[in-house]
Nanobody, 126 residues
């Protein structure tokens, strides 16, 4: 049974930092594209960052590039998202997701992912 479990969310002031973690189980973590998404009620789920082991690639949305860093530890089946210089616009529920294979240009499309975590809330106050 595939499971993804996020943690690390919380409330911070603008300019602060948080580190999200996503522990995966039930599949070979190293062969999957892993992504972080965020969702605000009333808006579509947004791809924030993605990474795969196949090409050691990292992808970022323009809105977070330079502030967020995605990383993975395949030995621990864990995905991370280091979020620095947080802004109120970063407030959302953050989800990790996985799908087999490399990420490629389709990494930000939520419908292409097979597995999802339950989400962790990030709130940034001004």
């Amino acid at each position: 049974q595939v499971q993804l479990a996020e943690s690390g969310g919380g409330s911070v002031q603008a300019g602060g930092s948080l580190r999200l973690s996503c522990v995966a189980s039930g599949y070979d973590h190293s062969t999957h594209c892993m992504g972080w998404f965020r969702h605000v009620p009333g808006k579509e789920r947004e791809g924030v960052a993605g990474t795969d082991t196949t090409y050691s690639a990292r992808y970022y949305a323009d809105s977070v590039r330079g502030r967020f860093t995605i990383s993975r530890d395949d030995a621990k089946n864990t995905l991370y998202l280091q979020m620095n210089s947080l802004k109120p616009d970063d407030t959302a529920t953050y989800y990790c997701a996985a799908r087999p294979g490399a990420c490629g240009d389709s990494w930000p499309f939520a419908t292409t992912y097979n597995y999802w975590g339950q989400g962790t809330q990030v709130t940034v106050s001004s």
